[in-house]
């Protein structure tokens, strides 16, 4: 079963900085993609981006960035804002076997 691990949610203030990673394992079969998803409170789970495409929230300010020797990818978050807060969630879409997510992890922007 593919397991995806993901650390490096947490507090930071308007501004600020994070790094989330997400590393999959028992992979079996080559990975197709890797991205970020997040849910805020009261909304819906949205896309925040692929390995090549971010949404026009957070261009400019996140960038995704992969290892596919770890078969790891990473998300790089500056300049954050109150609305980014949520539950960050990473995605794996491999050949044949489609899509698996991370259990999620916490960003909270506030002052």
């Known amino acids: 079963q593919v397991t995806l691990v993901e650390s490096g949610g947490g507090l930071v203030e308007p501004g600020g900085s994070l790094r989330l990673s997400c590393a999959a394992s028992r992979v079996g079969s080559p990975i197709l993609d890797m991205g970020w998803y997040r849910q805020a409170p009261g909304k819906e789970r949205e896309l925040v981006g692929t390995s090549t495409d971010l949404s026009d929230s957070v261009k400019g300010r996140f960038t995704i960035s992969r290892d596919n020797a770890k078969n790891t990818v990473y998300l790089q978050m500056n300049s954050l804002k109150p609305d980014d807060t949520g539950v960050y969630y990473c995605?794996?879409?491999?050949?044949?076997?489609?899509?698996?997510w991370g259990q999620g992890t916490q960003v909270t922007v506030s002052s």
């Open positions: 995605y794996v879409n491999i050949f044949r076997s489609g899509d698996f």
